[in-house]
């Protein structure tokens, strides 16, 4: 009777760490050549990753969500927000982590706040494995979504204002930022990056048309995600 090598329970465990070695150090920090192609009036997508929710903004409040002021003053995504739609685009684990330009326009509002009481995870255990499997969570409402650290920008458009904002999965932002305020942002060029992934809202002026869906996958400076017509 032959006995099995020593090392044979072994490879599977080295096998892992060094897939989660190569995962940590060098493919979150690939940096995929992007050609936008936006038209008049078009919004790109952020950033890769999966769709969580499409919601309308009113009176400064989002579709179905009781939390008040969610989009208003400096612990939340900018410097106000008026009517349109509010989209989330999940980055996870597996995705480019490049935060891009959604629009074309002047960079009028930069800022970075903390969490107050830390950060917490965005997605319980299940959602971040459905986010793999191809089904999304809502993470609107989530207490990550509503407290974590974010980066966010604002920038002016012939439709009105568009602010970008990216919010820390639950380890930190560890986000940096390639834009100050009075820069002339183009849409698809990079905007920052999210060294843990997390979550990009995407606030759109009324003008806008959203183009995606809940579960679509989506591609950073490529993804027509919606559109403004005069």
């Known amino acids: ?104 326009g002047a960079v009028t509002h930069v800022a970075r706040r903390d969490a107050a009481a830390g950060n917490v995870p965005l997605a319980g255990a299940g959602a971040a494995l459905g986010f793999l499997a191809g089904r999304a969570a809502d993470l609107l409402v989530t207490r990550g979504a509503l407290e974590n650290a974010r980066l966010s920008s604002v920038t002016a458009t012939p439709f009105g204002d568009v602010t ?30 999210m060294q843990e992934g997390g979550l990009a809202l995407l606030h759109l002026p009324a003008a806008f048309t959203p183009s995606v869906g809940v579960g679509d996958r989506v591609t950073g400076a490529q993804t027509v995600v919606a559109s403004a017509r005069n």
């Open 1 to 104: 009777m032959r006995s099995r090598p020593l090392l044979s329970p072994v490879l599977p465990l080295v096998a892992a760490g060094v897939a989660a070695w190569y995962l940590r150090r060098v493919y979150r920090f690939r940096d995929p050549v992007r050609l936008p192609q936006a038209g008049p009036g078009d919004a790109l997508s952020p950033a890769d990753g999966t769709v969580s929710f499409v919601r309308r903004v009113q009176a400064g409040q989002v579709e179905q969500v009781r939390v008040p002021d969610l989009l208003n003053g400096p612990d939340a995504s900018g410097p106000g927000a008026g009517d349109g739609w509010l989209i989330g685009v999940f980055v996870g684990p597996l995705d480019v982590h490049y935060a891009y330009q959604p629009v074309s």
């Open 164 to 193: 970008l904002t990216l919010v820390a999965p639950g380890r930190g932002l560890r986000g940096v930022s390639y834009q100050r305020e009075g820069d002339e942002g183009r849409a698809g060029f990079k905007a920052a990056f």
